[in-house]
């Protein structure tokens, strides 16, 4: 009788789970058919975002609103692993879908894996971001790429030779936060991809963000141009200072005394003699203690705490250099060979920024930088390697320790202007990190005839054609390090300047528009008119930076010795400067359209003045209408101001 009790209690126990069971079950699948009947949908005024779902899952769309073109994918990341294993969004577990006036959030699961897409439109901005976010939730995980929502469309291109260029589909460019993500794109399908060579630790996320936007037929660069202007941590604006090396320090160290003496001469000259706006002084190679724990030397008993002080009679900030490799030459040598009396970490023979001791080290030491000497300029050259591992590291590779310490230090000063130095390549994506990086090669080397200042010029901008231009077409010529003015004591060569040489250096070198304007000039070395010159043409970049913002190149590549420059424009006003670095006279035929990408109905007519014209330079024209042909006289610079003719407009 007992055992029968038992057995009916049994029957009703599982009756009742079955029920339980069956009912967790049909909401479950009422919900998937929920999660399946709903479209979500973000309007802007030129794009659209549309997630739906049909039999095979979700769709993403991408609109823009004007031409209609589209991005589809079905696919919103794919996920590897070291064993080889590779899951895409198909092979998770759809848990939520939440929508709010500018996102719409999709929460993912499977055993250990937890994982969370944002779809970002920013209507104002006129572009959207697609955001990935992977948790470990028990176990550690061991991937080996991330793939951000790979799709296929038609003849789409990667634009740039250099890891993380921008990829184009029609009227859309996509640009990756990431700077070291892989971009592809081949028969139609593109992909963006991130190496993972550590494994992801329980309770830790993995974050990645690209953004997609669009752009007008002949707008591209103007386009990409503004929307990292809009994203980027600090919009582009001049940062006029004086920079110690070449000068005071050139592989060799130096005083607060003569620290001291560079900034009131500077200020002196510049500021209060000749009203230019000067934001600060860098101090390079040559300050600190040279044990590679970048403390400061003897020759600064009082820290820069005196030299704040002195800089801030001329309104104007410090700035430092500080080298995650540990620098060059027998500086470099000395500070490594300390590194084995810290613990800090060496790879190929340079401190390795990913090392957790260095790295621990030179992060407590930056914020320090920051919080107690006040310092708000930084030039951090050499960051290492991209794709090797320190054992026991936390990061991927110096680069991605770079990336994460600078995140650090945008948020203990979000005002700071960071110059990335040497190992950077011409990839918009620096941008979302970096105020400017390096055009590359060399700090100062000589190229084609002429004296040895227009051997300079032609070499600086033959780096640029060669290493931006070509290589990342779409990186803004505005953020650049171009190795600045240089006219000081310890630069061989360029020691010595006719008055000529010098203006033109200045003028070729402001036209450019970069925003990082380095001064690696010694003061004894300046005339009266040298400081004339130098003070007109920083002024003029100030009052222009609107226009300089656009600026790009034009012409050819300087080594050919063809006339080339640089050129910007803007609603109300247009830069045009021309440098012919040949010995021989040349004709630069100058098409605005090409030359100025002028938008659709813009003005084709234009009023010329010249702000500047070197003193064997030769006629030039007071009105173009369209095209005109500019005679250049041997390394002859010029720099055109042009003003829309009465406001006609060309069909």
């Known amino acids: 009788m007992q055992n029968k009790i038992i057995k009916q209690s049994i029957g009703v126990y599982c009756m009742r ?3 339980v069971i069956i009912l967790s079950v049909f909401i479950t699948l009422c919900l998937v058919k929920s999660l399946q009947a709903k479209e979500y949908q973000l309007s802007g005024k030129n794009i659209n975002i549309l997630l739906s779902n049909n ?12 031409d209609n073109d589209v991005i589809k994918t079905n696919n919103l990341f794919e996920i590897s692993f070291n064993s080889g294993i590779k899951l895409t969004e198909k092979d998770f577990n759809l848990q939520a879908i939440k929508q709010d006036k500018e996102t719409i959030t999709i929460n993912y699961i499977r055993n250990n894996i937890k994982v969370t897409t944002i779809l970002t439109l920013y209507d104002q901005a006129d572009f959207a971001r697609y955001e990935i976010r992977i948790t470990a939730a028990n176990e550690p995980l061991n991937m080996s790429l991330v793939s951000l929502m790979p799709f296929k469309t038609q003849a789409p291109f990667v634009y740039g030779s250099v890891v993380s260029s921008p990829i184009i589909s029609d009227s859309f460019f996509i640009i990756p936060e990431n700077p070291l993500t892989n971009t592809t794109a081949y028969e139609g399908g593109v992909t ?9 630790q329980p309770a830790h996320t993995l974050s990645y ?17 503004q929307f990292l202007n809009v994203v980027r941590a600090r919009p582009y604006h001049p940062y006029l200072h004086y920079n110690s090396w070449l000068d005071i320090g050139f592989f060799n160290p130096y005083t607060e005394k003569q620290a001291l003496l560079r900034i009131e001469q500077y200020g002196e000259e510049l500021v209060n003699k000749r009203g230019v706006k000067l934001n600060g002084y860098l101090f390079d190679d040559g300050w600190d203690n040279l044990k590679g724990n970048w403390g400061f030397s003897a020759n600064f008993p009082n820290e820069f705490n005196k030299l ?3 800089a801030e009679k001329y309104h104007a900030a410090l700035g430092i250099w500080l080298s995650p490799w540990g620098g060059y030459n027998k500086p470099r040598d000395i500070r490594v060979s300390h590194a084995a009396e810290f613990g800090y970490e060496i790879m190929d023979g340079k401190l390795a920024l990913s090392g957790a001791n260095y790295y621990a080290n030179f992060h407590k030491r930056i914020l320090e930088l920051i919080k107690q000497q006040n310092i708000t300029m930084f030039k951090l050259d050499g960051t290492g390697n ?21 995140s650090d230090m945008r948020k203990a000063n979000n005002k700071l202007y960071i110059n990335l130095t040497t190992g950077t390549q011409a990839t918009p994506s620096w941008l979302f990190y970096a105020d400017s990086i390096w055009r590359g090669g060399d700090d100062v080397n000589f190229y084609g005839p002429g004296t040895k200042v227009q051997q300079w010029l032609t ?11 070509m290589k990342g077409p779409l990186f803004p010529l505005n953020s650049l390090m171009l190795h600045g003015i240089i006219y000081a004591k310890q630069a061989k060569y360029l020691a010595r300047q006719s008055e000529q040489d010098f203006a033109d250096q200045v003028w070729s070198y402001f036209a450019s528009g970069t925003q990082l304007q380095e001064l690696y000039i010694t003061p004894e070395l300046l005339s009266d008119n040298n400081w004339h010159v130098l003070a007109t043409a920083a002024n003029w970049a100030r009052e222009n930076q609107a226009i300089l913002f656009d600026s790009h190149w034009i012409g050819s590549d300087p080594t050919k010795l063809a006339i080339y420059g640089w050129a910007a424009w803007s609603n109300n006003k247009s830069i045009i400067s021309l440098r012919n670095p040949s010995d021989k006279l040349q004709v630069y035929y100058l098409d605005l359209q090409h030359d100025l990408e002028l938008p659709a109905g813009a003005p084709q007519s234009y009023q010329v003045s010249l702000n500047y014209i070197s003193k064997n330079g030769s006629k030039k024209p007071a009105k173009i209408n369209k095209s005109a042909l500019v005679t250049l006289a041997p390394f002859e610079t010029v720099v055109m101001l042009l003003a829309p003719d009465n406001g006609k407009k060309g069909r």
């Open 17 to 19: 789970a079955l029920r």
């Open 55 to 66: 039999t095979k899952g979700l769709l993403l769309c991408f609109k823009n609103n004007k």
């Open 192 to 200: 963006q991809k991130i190496v993972q060579a550590i494994p992801l």
């Open 209 to 225: 963000k690209t953004y997609i936007g669009t752009y007008e037929s002949g707008q591209l660069r103007r386009h990409v141009n």
């Open 308 to 310: 704040k002080l002195a």
């Open 386 to 406: 991209a794709d090797k591992v320190i054992p026991g590291s936390p990061f991927t590779s110096d680069f991605a320790a770079a990336i994460h310490m600078i």
């Open 459 to 469: 070499y600086r901008d033959a780096e640029t054609y060669r290493s931006v231009v």
